[in-house]
Nanobody, 120 residues
Framework: QVQLVESGGGLRQPGGSLGLSCAAS????????MGWYRQAPGKQRELVAT???????NYADSVKGRFAISRDNGANTVYLQMNSLSPGDTADYYC??????????????WGQGTQVTVSS
């Protein structure tokens, strides 16, 4: 079993910054990729950013230049630094990890979500 624990959500004013972190633990042999997704009220979950084990990154067009994803492979932790926040960034943010488990199975795991609200 693999667990993802997120932290760092909260309330910010437009133009502000916020950092999220997500730590993976459990039956992990290796992590292929980690990422962040978000879901706003009444909308589908969407990709925000991903990072693979080699450090390659992918961003949604809506966050390019404002958000930065990084990863500590040794700590199985992924970070999301969010700058120049706008009300459109308001959503529940979910951490995702594609994991090769100790049992030899590859699967996707999700965190419980952390709320980000951008409002004046």
């Amino acid at each position: 079993q693999v667990q993802l624990v997120e932290s760092g959500g909260g309330l910010r004013q437009p133009g502000g910054s916020l950092g999220l972190s997500c730590a993976a633990s459990g039956s992990i042999f290796s992590i292929v990729a980690m990422g962040w997704y978000r879901q706003a009220p009444g909308k589908q979950r969407e990709l925000v950013a991903t990072i693979n084990s080699g450090g390659g990154t992918n961003y949604a067009d809506s966050v390019k230049g404002r958000f930065a994803i990084s990863r500590d492979n040794g700590a199985n932790t992924v970070y999301l630094q969010m700058n120049s926040l706008s009300p459109g960034d308001t959503a529940d943010y979910y951490c995702n990890a594609r994991v090769n488990t100790d049992c030899g199975v590859q699967d996707d795991y999700w965190g419980q979500g952390t709320q980000v609200t951008v409002s004046s």
